[in-house]
């Protein structure tokens, strides 16, 4: 069955490292989509993308950025990572315009 | 600019309890509205969705109904399980210039007690 899997599941790092999450997903979507959700706030955008070498800004961008070098892939990287980073993230594509999201389980991340 | 308004949390209900969850948005354009679920340590599954006015969207007896008049997508059910404990998410998708972009409520976290 096609899937999406984010890794690691969790990860702890320190302020001011760079820290790259990864996303791959099997459904072969060209939409892909980074969140975070925090409580109080719901899913947030941080970056997403319409296609290989194609990458837009979402609403939260500010330290992170991503790269798309194929259809599968999706990795984002806290450039040097900040203690109000510390979140869940989740990775989620599409098939196409306006069709429903497919999630990942989401990565825990802990910035101290 | 678009946004979405879900009631807030926690709710609580016994077993065989009706439940409402409601969902009010803003829209520039005709949206497609959609309910997530999020059950404990997983990523978002879609519940349901309705793409135009007075749609009815529905799926393992939950149901939510497009009201463009009133610019609402409630969701309800009308007896709850144990296993329906989740937080849910009422979304939309306009179609325009950031196509195929979600909005996110803030999510609502229901809890059901046997």
């Known amino acids: 069955d096609a899937e999406i899997t984010q890794s690691p599941r969790h990860k702890i790092t320190e302020t001011g490292r760079q820290v790259t999450l990864a996303c791959h997903q099997t459904w072969n979507h060209n939409n892909m989509f980074w969140y975070r959700q925090d409580l109080g706030h719901g899913l947030r955008l941080i970056h997403y993308?319409?296609?290989?070498?194609?990458?837009n800004k979402g609403e939260v961008s500010d330290g992170y950025s991503v790269s798309r070098s194929n259809t599968e892939d999706l990795p984002l990287t806290l450039e040097s990572a900040a203690s109000s980073q510390t979140s869940v993230y989740f990775c989620?594509?599409?098939?196409?315009?306006?069709?429903?999201?497919?999630f990942g389980n989401g990565t825990r991340l802990t910035v101290t | 600019g678009n946004s979405v308004t879900q009631m807030e949390g926690p709710v609580t209900l016994s077993e065989e309890a009706f439940l409402t969850i409601n969902c009010t948005y803003t829209?520039?354009?005709?949206?497609?509205l959609f309910w997530y679920v999020q059950y404990p340590g997983e990523g978002l599954q879609l519940l349901l969705k309705a793409t135009k006015a007075d749609d009815k969207g529905s799926n393992k007896g939950f149901e939510a109904t497009y009201r463009k008049e009133t610019t609402s997508f409630h969701l309800e059910k009308g007896s709850v399980q144990v296993s329906d404990s989740a937080v849910y998410f009422c979304?939309?998708?306009?179609?325009?210039?950031?196509?195929?972009?979600?909005?996110f409520g803030r999510g609502t976290q229901l809890t059901v007690w046997p």
């Open positions: 993308s319409y296609g290989v070498h194609d990458t």
């Open positions: 989620a594509s599409s098939e196409e315009t306006f069709s429903p999201l497919h």
């Open positions: 979304a939309l998708s306009e179609r325009g210039s950031t196509l195929g972009r979600l909005y």
């Open positions: 829209a520039t354009g005709y949206p497609s």
